[in-house]
């Protein structure tokens, strides 16, 4: 199904990356030397093919879509045209063939618009957020689809791609930030999470569906029942992340985690510790999940993935202490605040239930 967060955190992604350019040679997201080539238009095309749709005829498999051809095709996969003058929303998409030139962007926030730009800028900004408002006189049209950008837990008896992964490490981040805990202890736990469960919610040890003696959940509790009994009595969807992260930031199953001598780290302690992502992904395979040497490489490795990709994220302030934030409760100032830290990155030049608007 497809899903307008992935394909606007996808834009967000590419635009604060490093080596990416603009170039209408190379637009079919070409890597030529180490640098990796969009247009305008190939960027949305790219975008949009993130998001879950698809687009036959063009990108991937032919050559991208361009600002002539793009309006039938975003109104063809169910997006709806708005006058330019009204407000703008993230994930809008604006297309001009006039006088101004031809061009498209995604809107980041407000009038603030993202894509790939021109060549004739320094690289880190020929594809990048602007960081100045838009003139909405200067576009011909503004395509919509259904929906506000949210993160919402993507779920099912499914393995995820990496873009699903990413989205609902940022809402498992925005959770556990606001239950305390560090951006090093929840790297850990994602490291260890991605290959448990590819950060799925609703998933079932080898896909085997309504198998108790098998692991379910993001942390693959052995056996189901040790989660889904307790999802059930507090009348929780099984399927709930945010539930699973308040059993998980509880301490459940009691006596599930079990400190050891090499990692003698209570939870308490871990939830709130400032060792490396890779310690903290050790620390929860020896003391929680037990699975094994073998794969602890791995998992430090995926931690330290998600650390770097989550600590240019945000997370949005938080609502009062280990309360998930509910989307009625978010303000302008925190929007503002989200945006600003996506803003810092490029700077910085770093290398279906509830949801959480931004």
Known sequence: MAN???AYQWAINICNAPNVGYSQTYRN???VNGITYYDCSSFINYAILAGGWE???YAPDNNAFTTFTMGAVLIGLGAISIPVTDEWQPGDILVRNNSYGQHTEMVYEGRRTMGAHTDRYPLADQVSINDYDSNPSTWDNCYRFQGTIAYEWITGNRYLSMEEMQNNAV???VDMSAKGWTLNAIAGLLGNEQTESTINPGVWQNLDEGNYN???GLVQNTPATNITDW???NGYERDDGFAQDTF???G?????WIATSAWPQSLEEYKTSDLSPEDCASIWLHNYERAGVEVENERRTQARYWYDYLQNVGPLPPVGPGKPIPEWYITANQQYAFFTMQKRRKKRNDTGRHSYII
């Open 214 to 216: 098998l692991g379910y």
């Open 55 to 57: 687009t036959p005829g």
């Open 4 to 6: 307008l967060s992935l």
């Open 171 to 173: 809402v498992q981040y």
């Open 29 to 31: 997201q070409q890597t």
């Open 231 to 233: 999802l059930d009595a």
């Open 248 to 250: 998980i930031d509880l």
């Open 252 to 256: 459940l199953p009691p006596g599930q």
